[in-house]
């Protein structure tokens, strides 16, 4: 999209917000929260700041926005790994394992939108807030399945092994732990002890 000829082009709101909602998410995640201004969006884009500013009133909007955005897309990924379970205990936990530890067969797009949700999270009391809102949530929904001392910890392990991926730590035979925890997941995991 080029500035130049923002008055002559066919407008298509819906196409500009999805471009401003991920050239946000982009610099978000390169250069930092920080760096998220309207001018950066707008220049990233092709539109002019007043273009910004017609879909997003303030920064926090628009930085609240890429949030829900990302985290609209890691429930869709957590809510169709559950639809293909057939086995209904852990199944949360399960699905969570899936959205969190990637072996390197998501994307580069999935990978960015759970960078982008964590570099959020760790820079925004609010935003942590709402994902701890979120996270409350779908326990309480998945109480029956999901509610256990084993099951906890495996999400706790799969959160610190997607804050390592986020942060380039290598972790040796990842693949090997993710399967150990799917392990942990089954109904008769506790009884072995």
Same mark, same amino acid.
């Given at each position: 999209?080029? *500035?130049?000829? +923002?008055?002559?082009?066919?407008?298509?709101?819906?196409? %500009?917000?999805?471009?401003?909602?991920?050239?946000?998410?982009?610099?978000?995640? #390169?250069?930092?929260?920080?760096? %998220?201004?309207?001018?950066?969006?707008? $220049?990233? %884009? /092709?539109?002019?700041?007043?273009? !910004?500013?017609?879909?997003?009133? *303030?920064?926090?909007?628009?930085?609240? #926005?890429?949030?829900? $955005?990302?985290? +609209?897309?890691? #429930?869709?990924?957590?809510?169709?790994?559950?639809?293909?379970?057939?086995?209904?205990? /852990?199944?949360?936990?399960?699905?969570?394992?899936?959205? *969190?530890?990637?072996?390197?067969?998501? /994307?580069?797009?999935?990978?960015?939108?759970?960078?982008?949700?964590?570099?959020?999270?760790?820079?925004?009391?609010?935003?942590?807030?709402?994902?701890?809102?979120?996270?409350? #949530?779908?326990?309480?929904?998945? +109480?029956?399945?999901?509610?256990?001392?084993?099951?906890?910890? !495996?999400?706790? %392990?799969?959160?610190?092994?997607?804050?390592?991926?986020?942060?380039?730590?290598?972790?040796?035979?990842?693949?090997?732990?993710?399967?150990?925890?799917?392990?942990?997941?089954?109904?008769?995991?506790?009884?072995?002890?």
């Amino acid at each position: 999209m080029e *500035t130049k000829n +923002a008055h002559k082009r066919k407008k298509q709101p819906e196409l %500009v917000r999805r471009a401003l909602l991920d050239e946000a998410a982009r610099i978000t995640l #390169e250069q930092g929260l920080s760096k %998220v201004t309207f001018q950066a969006v707008a $220049d990233a %884009v /092709g539109v002019t700041k007043g273009g !910004v500013m017609h879909h997003f009133a *303030t920064k926090d909007a628009l930085i609240l #926005e890429v949030f829900y $955005d990302a985290m +609209a897309k890691f #429930e869709a990924e957590v809510n169709a790994a559950m639809a293909k379970d057939p086995v209904s205990y /852990g199944s949360f936990t399960r699905a969570y394992i899936d959205a *969190t530890i990637s072996l390197g067969e998501k /994307g580069q797009a999935e990978f960015n939108s759970q960078a982008t949700l964590y570099v959020l999270m760790l820079g925004d009391r609010m935003l942590r807030e709402r994902w701890a809102e979120w996270s409350n #949530e779908q326990l309480k929904k998945y +109480a029956a399945t999901d509610n256990s001392e084993t099951l906890c910890m !495996v999400r706790l %392990v799969a959160d610190g092994i997607w804050l390592s991926d986020f942060s380039g730590i290598d972790i040796s035979d990842k693949a090997s732990i993710r399967e150990r925890l799917i392990n942990m997941t089954q109904q008769d995991f506790d009884k072995q002890f």
